[in-house]
């Protein structure tokens, strides 16, 4: 415990400045370098899919990092199709050891006793989302540093949970939302932030379509009594195992994901709420559109959606299907549009990198993971923490009650409710979890 302690207050006092300096020579010169185990943070994961340990991965290239533990329901699984590469948490282990050449690292089925561990500093929580907020909080209350994948919760309520008690444990949180971290789309934020197009007028906001067609199996089987299913169901309804929609395609039924829509809306909407200023604020009126459900037997998420909002100003957005993938942005001047590898303005210029767009600098990451390390240390915000992504996130949320209920909902983004609206807010407050699971 004392030696955790001593660990705890170096990584406090340790200045950003001590990260760069020569004691720490970086992985592309000597492989992992040097770095004292006393010095290194020690990190574990829970959700050891392929996303997960596609992060975990990133936090196996840092020098000042050590990977630990992994965490799974599932000993060995695979992706989508149950052929291809072995995942779960054995592999993961294996990974973690063929990294720094020695065995596997320590494994767990449940993620509590992952997050009781008194040696660990943070936690990656990569698991389905109807699990992040309820293994991101225990995470919290273990006194950990969480590295959460987006959508940052499932439900708003727990967003609400998380980004709250995130602020009460002084804790530093990371939302995956890599995007922030990227500098093509850092620098569509400065050009538009620095009103170099103008007055904003309306953003569109593109995401993908979603799927009208089982991605495998559909054949229903009983698991309900298996350990490994009935954990990795934990909250949501005991719903038949269908390999079309458990690892990675759980995302188009409502159970676990939300579709599409709650997919992609904390990368590309999150950019948008970053260049209106609106990371802590919110639309003042939403309203679904033209949402089709998906025609598939294992999924119901919709496969084309539209959420169109109304921010401070008249500004209008539209977020859905129906948009080019990607954001854009369009004031009285000009506009601006950017996706992964890719930016476009009315004026060619502004696009280009080296182009300066002004004395407004948006928040600057040289990598997520990295971000969140730093972080860690200096005890700095990571540059998408959980109050960000959760807001990020709120018109989709808000885009499925009006779906639901078929109506426009005026929104209070400083309340956080639906204004005069008694069933909207039931229905958005909903979690539904099956027993014994809560928010504690």
Known sequence: M????????????????AVAAPTIVPNTVL??????????????????GSRGTGVMNSFLREADTQVIATCDPYTVHHRGTGRGRQLGRQPAAEAVGKKYGSKPCDTYEDFRELCARKDLDAIIVATPDHWHALQT????????????????????????????EAAKRKAVFQTGSQQRSDRRFRHAVEVVLNGVIGKVKSVEVGLPRGHDNDNGDSKQHDYSKRKDYQLWTGPAPMLPYVNARHHWHWRWHLAYG??????????????????LNEDNGGPTRVEAKN???????????????????EYAGGIKTSIGSHNR???????????????????????????????????VKAYASSGHTRNFLDCIKSRKPAICPAETAHRSITPGHLGYVSHTLGR???????????????MANKLLNELGYRKPWSLG
């Not at 040097?34 to 990190?43: D, F, G, Q, W």
Request: charged residues 25%; glycine residues 8%.
């Open 2 to 17: 004392n030696i955790q302690t001593n660990r705890r207050r170096f990584l406090k006092t340790t200045t950003l400045a």
């Open 31 to 48: 492989g992992r370098a040097k770095v004292a185990p006393s010095n290194r943070i020690t990190v574990g994961l829970t959700g050891s």
């Open 137 to 164: 909080l225990e995470a919290l209350r273990n006194g950990k540093d969480v590295y959460c994948e987006k959508p940052v919760t499932h439900f708003f309520a727990e967003g609400v949970a998380v980004y709250k």
């Open 258 to 275: 939300g579709g599409q829509l709650m997919d992609w809306i904390g990368h590309h909407n999150d950019i948008c709420h970053w260049m």
């Open 291 to 309: 949402f089709r459900l998906s025609k598939a037997k294992s999924y119901n998420s919709p496969t084309e959606y539209e959420v169109h909002c």
């Open 325 to 359: 993938m990607g954001v854009k942005i369009t004031g009285e001047d000009g506009w601006v549009y950017v996706t992964r590898g890719r930016m476009e303005a009315s004026n060619p210029a502004w696009a280009k990198l080296d182009f300066n767009p002004g004395k």
């Open 408 to 422: 426009v909902l005026k929104w209070d983004a400083k309340k956080e409710q639906v204004i005069e609206d008694t």
